[in-house]
């Protein structure tokens, strides 16, 4: 039997294809443990991603809260400066003129007690 340059051929065909798949095996091993990890990975992401959906839920919420509580307050120095003004207007500016007059009326009690003093002290 001979051997002739086409088995040679196909010999070392088949032994080329042999080695090249035997050197792919550790690549595709390689691969599928990789695609196994990303496959994990990407289960973690989403339930972290469910986890901060509901933290910004919960969050929606409290500031849904602190803005009613921001609108109370505000309608409430809405009205209390609506209160001072009506006090400032109808209250302490015309008395005004009663308060400015206490100095002088402390200033003749004091000088009308102390008068008084003096003639007891005398008499």
């Known amino acids: ?64 809260s602190v803005d009613n509580i921001i609108i109370g307050l505000l309608e409430t120095l809405a009205t209390t400066t609506k209160t001072l003004k009506t006090v400032n207007k109808k209250v302490l500016t015309p008395s005004f003129g009663i308060i400015s007059m206490i100095p002088a009326l402390k200033f003749g009690w004091d000088f009308v007690s102390k008068h008084k003093k003096y003639k007891k002290k005398e008499g």
């Open 1 to 64: 039997m001979k051997i002739g340059i086409i088995e040679i051929t196909i010999l070392l065909s088949g032994i080329g294809f042999l080695v090249l798949v035997f050197s792919l095996i550790p690549l595709i091993h390689s691969l599928t443990r990789s695609s196994k990890e990303l496959e994990e990975t990407v289960k973690e992401a989403r339930k972290t991603l469910s986890k901060i959906d509901l933290t910004i839920d919960k969050l929606n919420k409290e500031l849904d």
